[in-house]
């Protein structure tokens, strides 16, 4: 049963930056693609980065594009969420989790195409 585990979540000024981890146990990491995904009060979650299997190719939503950046270290089964000049409408509970097909990119956006996850790290901006 592969698990995810993020951190890095925590308080942080507009304009400030943090760095979101994700370490995954298991021997397969190196095989999916993974994804970033965030959750406001009150809101459905919604997709914000995804990366290929290889690293080769990166996805953002328009909210993400231009400040955020997703990359993975396969010998550490980690993926990482780069994110900067934060606005308060990013504060959610930021997710990882695990695409449900090896070697596969397909609607990398879609929650149902993912299927682990982990239990999520908060963040919070404040104006």
């Known amino acids: 049963q592969v698990q995810l585990v993020e951190s890095g979540g925590g308080l942080v000024q507009a304009g400030g930056s943090l760095r979101l981890s994700c370490v995954a146990s298991?021997?397969?990491?190196?095989?999916?693609?993974m994804g970033w995904f965030r959750q406001a009060p009150g809101k459905e979650r919604e997709f914000v980065a995804a990366?290929?299997?290889?690293?080769?190719?990166?996805y953002y939503a328009d909210s993400a594009k231009g400040r955020f950046t997703i990359s993975r270290d396969n010998p550490k089964n980690t993926v990482y969420l780069q994110m900067n000049s934060l606005k308060p409408e990013d504060t959610a509970v930021y997710y990882c989790?695990?695409?449900?097909?090896?070697?596969?990119?397909?609607?990398?956006?879609?929650?149902?195409?993912?299927?682990?996850w982990g239990q999520g790290t908060q963040v919070t901006v404040s104006s």
């Open positions: 989790a695990r695409n449900g097909q090896e070697h596969s990119n397909y609607a990398y956006g879609l929650e149902k195409r993912y299927d682990t």
């Open positions: 298991g021997r397969t990491f190196s095989s999916y693609t």
């Open positions: 990366i290929s299997w290889s690293g080769g190719y990166t």
